[in-house]
Structure formats: structure tokens, C-alpha cells
């Protein structure tokens, strides 16, 4: 490290010293949500290819690696719904056949080594031993202290060394809370879920999302929260009225609108995400499930401009049904993601592509 570099570092926070030295780009690592793995690569996936990264990703069970900006890697962890954690990843290495050639800073900032076995893929004894060598080598040590969060994390035979610089949050940017509406239903899509769909939708700041079965607007709120336009359809008044009331609170730039979604023009918007009524306690105001889909998907061409994307969720009994109609649509079919509810439920996450 240059003098001149190391007199910038006094007086800076662990992770504030760890960027100075990644001011371009990192290798980074993203802890996934164990709730939903193959979710959570897909949401991961989505948002590096919202900001231009593609074909990147490296992951073994519950652990992602690839190289990024620390200004993106900000934005990816402020807007995820089912990652844990990401860092700057200092290095990989085979905790049977270890080298411990890492790429420590030349003044190792202090701090305290945090160890997780991912999924038991590696055996403890395995993990002792990588351990030891670990502290001797470095001087950190696991009891726990200020400075850095050094992170050992084992997956899959491989070792992964970090500092954890980001952890999921449950509140939405710039506002610092847990998420709240004063209008709410106990059917409501999920916080998590709902930033989740908004992600793989793959919209940007500054561009417009649709969500065409808003409900109490859980989309269009945490939309506007990460500075995207959005517009919430909803044909039941009450829920619009409700909708408006959890709008108004959070100062969403969104725009709702009573209607059916289905009738409506949503044209020259950039993406759709959305969860559309199914489940025992949804209204679908005498429709047919299945027509409601039909009309639903058919409608996204001409929602979408080619090569934009649209997410949404729907029942398993409704999954052959919903595969056959995108086919026949035209539409691309990016992903599908399983999400168990309970026993009654299980629910398909749909990433769909207008090509």
C-alpha cells in the first residue's frame, strides 16, 4: 500500500479501509436465503443483470461469488428480498488441501473471525482444522471484537474467506424501519416476496413497473422505494381505496387505479410484476382462476416492450395449465421457482421474457 494511500485510511472504519482498496471492482460473495435457494440464485442473477453483469455468478449450496462494483454491490443488497449477506470475498481455498493464499491487505484491519458451515457439506473436524490454520496465519481470532466481521463460511469442499459488509434488511431504502401499511390484509403478498418478484421483473430506477392485481399495494410501494416508477390496477374499490391510503403514508411515486387490469391499456411500460388472485381468501370477482390467467399472460406482449420482462406468481394445480399458455403466447420462459406455503399451498414463481 502507498503512503499516500495509507494516510487516506486514518480515522476510516473497517469496511470504509476495505473499499479504498476495491474503489473499481471486488470479488464479492452473496450468503443466500436458506428458505429458498433456487430463489434466491435467480433473484441474485436477475439484479446483476438489471445492472448490466451477465454470466458472472459462480455458486456452490448457499454461497454466490462474482466480481462487481461495491456501488452495485450497494444497490443489489438495498433491494434484495432473499439474500442474507455479501461481502469482499479475500479468497477461496480446499480446507482439505489448504494453501491459504488469500489476498489480505498489507495492514489487516482488526477485527474477529465469524465461522458458518453451509448445509453441513463440510465435515467438522475438517472445519477445526481450517480454523486453526486460519487464526495462526492471519492473527484474527473467533472471539468476537470490534473492526472487521471476517467471515470463513464452508460450502461444498471449499472454503470462503470475506468480510461482510452488507446484512438483508427487512425495511425499505431510506426509510430505515420494518415495512408497514396502514391498510392491510392478512392474504397480503409478502414484503420479501413482493421485492423479490419487483427484481426479477429486472426494472431499473427511473423506469416504469405495472402491477396489474395491486391489491393493498405492496408492489407499488416497495417499487417506489427503489426509485421506480409504478402503477397498481386493482378492480375492488375497497382495496384501491386502501391501496391509495398505504401510497399516501409511504409518499409512493405510484399511481393506482381502479379497473380491470385485463380491459385496461397498460402500454410502453417497462415491467410487470404481480400476484394475481387465486388462494381461498382472493376475490376474482366470479372469474375463473384459469381464464383470469389466460387473459392475464396473453395480455403481457402487449404490456411489455420486447426483451422486458414480467414476474408473477401462481398455484401449483395451476402449473401445466400456465406453462402451455406462455408457450403459446409467444413469451420466453426465464424461470420458475417453487415456494411451499403451507399444505394446501404451494405457489410458482413465473420470470417470463417478450421476445
Known amino acids: 500500500m502507498g503512503r499516500s494511500q495509507a494516510s487516506k485510511q486514518t480515522g476510516l472504519t473497517c ?17 443466500l436465503n436458506g428458505s429458498n435457494e433456487f430463489l434466491s440464485i435467480g433473484e441474485l442473477k436477475a439484479l446483476l443483470e438489471t445492472y448490466g ?62 465461522v458458518s458451515v453451509m448445509k453441513k457439506t463440510v465435515g467438522e473436524r475438517t472445519v477445526e482444522k481450517y480454523v486453526s490454520l486460519i487464526t495462526k496465519s492471519t492473527g484474527i481470532n473467533t472471539s468476537f471484537s470490534k473492526g472487521c466481521e471476517y467471515r470463513l463460511i ?13 446484512r438483508h434488511r427487512d425495511g ?17 403478498l409478502n414484503p420479501r416476496l413482493a421485492k423479490a418478484l419487483i427484481n426479477l421483473a429486472r426494472v431499473r430506477e427511473g423506469e416504469v413497473l405495472a402491477d396489474p392485481f395491486a391489491g393493498t399495494g405492496t408492489i407499488p410501494v416497495i417499487a417506489s422505494a427503489f426509485g421506480i416508477s409504478a402503477i397498481g390496477v386493482e378492480l375492488d374499490w375497497s382495496l384501491v381505496h386502501g391501496m391509495e391510503k398505504n401510497l399516501r403514508y409511504y409518499k409512493a411515486n405510484a399511481i393506482p387505479v381502479l379497473g380491470d387490469s385485463t380491459q385496461i391499456n397498460l402500454s410502453g ?38 426483451g422486458r420482462y414480467a414476474s408473477f406468481l401462481a398455484p401449483l394445480l395451476l402449473e401445466d395449465f400456465v406453462d402451455d399458455k406462455i408457450s403459446c403466447t409467444g413469451l420466453n420462459l426465464v424461470g420458475k421457482y417453487y415456494d411451499y406455503v403451507h399444505s394446501g399451498l404451494t405457489r410458482i414463481v413465473y420470470v417470463v421474457k417478450n421476445a
Request: glycine share 10%.
Open 15 to 31: 469496511i470504509e479501509k476495505l473499499r479504498l482498496l476495491n474503489e473499481q471492482e471486488a470479488l464479492v460473495y452473496f450468503v
Open 53 to 114: 453483469l451477465r454470466g458472472s455468478l459462480s455458486c456452490t449450496p448457499m454461497v454466490c461469488t462474482c466480481k462487481t462494483s461495491l456501488t452495485i454491490l450497494d444497490k443489489i443488497m438495498e433491494r434484495s428480498g432473499f439474500l442474507r449477506e455479501a461481502g469482499i470475498l479475500l479468497g477461496m481455498d480446499d480446507p482439505e488441501n489448504p494453501s491459504l493464499d488469500f489476498q489480505l491487505p498489507d495492514q489487516l484491519p482488526a477485527g474477529w473471525l465469524h
Open 154 to 166: 464452508f460450502s461444498n469442499g471449499a472454503a470462503y474467506l470475506g468480510v461482510r459488509t452488507h
Open 269 to 306: 411500460i417497462d415491467a410487470v410484476a404481480t400476484d394475481p388472485p387465486y388462494g381461498r381468501g382472493a376475490s376474482t370477482h366470479g372469474e375463473d382462476v384459469a381464464s383470469l390467467y389466460s387473459d392475464f399472460i396473453e395480455k403481457i406482449p402487449s404490456w411489455v416492450g420486447r
Open 172 to 188: 425499505l431504502p431510506g426509510l430505515g424501519q420494518g415495512f408497514y401499511k396502514p391498510f392491510d390484509r392478512s392474504i397480503a
